[in-house]
């Protein structure tokens, strides 16, 4: 590929969106991701059991890990701002999301039709696009 052919001669700085490396991940992040199911519901477990005054001490000390910090601090703005959207989060991961569903059964004023009678009823639909096509100003 030609130089500067991609970005229209715009050369991306390293680190930033777009361009070569992607931007660090912060450590609370990376941390959090790391996090597997079964220590995520057993700190979820022992933060939903708390008080509000135990998350925010948890919250503060400053010797609790990140992923203590994170799963209480989401409690803790949901109970505190009363957030429904966090708490929803962690009963999705706590339980699993509830599927979605749909419903797909579409039903057609044509669906009792036989097939001569579905025939029957194109023929009128070209018939009448017919007669529209011919008339003078190109309207009903």
Known sequence: MAYGRKTGG???K???RGGPGAPKIP???RESVKMNRAEFIEIANRCLNMTKEELAQIIKAPDTPAKVMIVCSVIHHAITKGDPVRYQF???RLIGKAPDVVDVNVT???SNLS???KLEKAKLAVKALELRL?????SD
């Open 10 to 12: 715009r050369d991306f």
């Open 14 to 16: 390293p680190g930033w």
């Open 27 to 29: 450590d609370v992040i």
């Open 90 to 92: 962690l009963l999705d």
């Open 108 to 110: 057609s004023p044509y």
């Open 115 to 117: 097939d001569h009678e």
């Open 134 to 138: 011919k008339a003078p100003d190109g």
